[in-house]
């Protein structure tokens, strides 16, 4: 079991998967004033930076799950690097569905809400595992600018432009949900920046140890793509923010 490949290959060197800096996690941390032993579940936890830095700053307890091999063995290791092996835990595994034995504080999907079928089943899945008075966390693309027409939407990490929905309507949509928006850290171009360009060094790289793997066509042709179609629409046209949020 596992996420497409081009995603090992393109974020293997990335702590964040997502366009998060330090900054903007640490921030995100301090902005929900975590008490020592908050519990939180992080479901698409990537490479574990958010739980493992919380851990370190704020000495929360937590478990994360991820589809990918590699990204799972990158936090366990990250865990190590940062001491906090015993407070943090990683498991390998597709969180469709996962609700955890012991109810959390915080209940987090950050940048992965198609585990549960989108923002509204992200957060019904969330919710099952999270203590009354708790706090959802939810990172999710919008569009900074409506794109014009389906094919900029496309060049967005979107099927359809229909897909995301503007910041005032995605609030607006939490809130309709039953859900106070608590609290807020949105991403910034160069936060878009730190995400995406890391990607193409990482590639170069890889071409240049992989030149005659199965996969190096695919690798090469989205490297030539991927720089100006950055610049050009997922810089402009999209935002990317993590929003907490509590049950009425
Ligand atoms: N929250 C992390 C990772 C976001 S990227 C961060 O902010 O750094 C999306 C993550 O979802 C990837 O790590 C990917 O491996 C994971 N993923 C994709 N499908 C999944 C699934 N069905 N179950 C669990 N994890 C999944």
Redo the contacts with the bound molecule.
């Keep these: 079991m596992?996420?497409p490949r081009i995603?090992n290959v393109t974020?293997s060197a990335?702590?964040?998967?997502?366009p998060?800096t330090d900054a903007k996690l640490a921030a995100l941390g301090a902005a929900l004033r975590l008490e020592p032993e908050t519990r939180i579940l992080?479901?698409?936890?990537?490479?574990?930076?958010?739980l493992c830095t919380w851990a370190r700053d704020y000495k929360i307890v937590g478990t994360g799950?991820?589809?990918?091999s590699l990204?799972s063995e990158q936090a366990k290791l990250r865990a190590q690097e940062l001491g906090v092996e015993k407070r943090v835990s990683f498991i390998h595994?597709?969180?469709?569905g996962?609700v955890a034995d012991e109810k959390c504080d915080v209940a987090?999907?950050?940048?992965?809400t198609?585990?549960g079928g989108g923002v509204a089943g992200t957060i019904d899945l969330l919710k099952k595992s999270l203590k009354d008075n708790g706090i959802i966390l939810v990172?999710e693309p919008y569009w900074r600018q409506l794109p014009e027409t389906e094919e900029i939407a496309k060049k967005c990490f979107a099927n359809s432009v229909s897909d995301f929905l503007m910041l005032p309507e995605l609030i607006e949509h939490f809130q309709k949900l039953r859900y106070d928006v608590v609290e807020m850290v949105l991403a910034d171009q160069e936060g878009w920046d730190r995400y995406e360009a890391a990607k193409w060094l990482t590639m170069r790289r890889w071409l240049k140890a992989n030149p005659n793997d199965d996969f190096a066509k695919e690798v090469r042709a989205e490297l030539d793509a991927a720089p100006k179609r950055h610049v050009k629409y997922t810089r402009e046209y999209l935002g990317w923010g993590v929003f907490a949020l509590m049950p009425r």
């Design positions: 596992d996420i995603f974020e990335h702590r964040i998967h997502n998060f992080d479901l698409g936890s990537g490479s574990g930076e958010m799950v991820d589809m990918s990204f595994s597709d969180a469709a996962y987090a999907c950050v940048g992965a198609w585990i990172g």
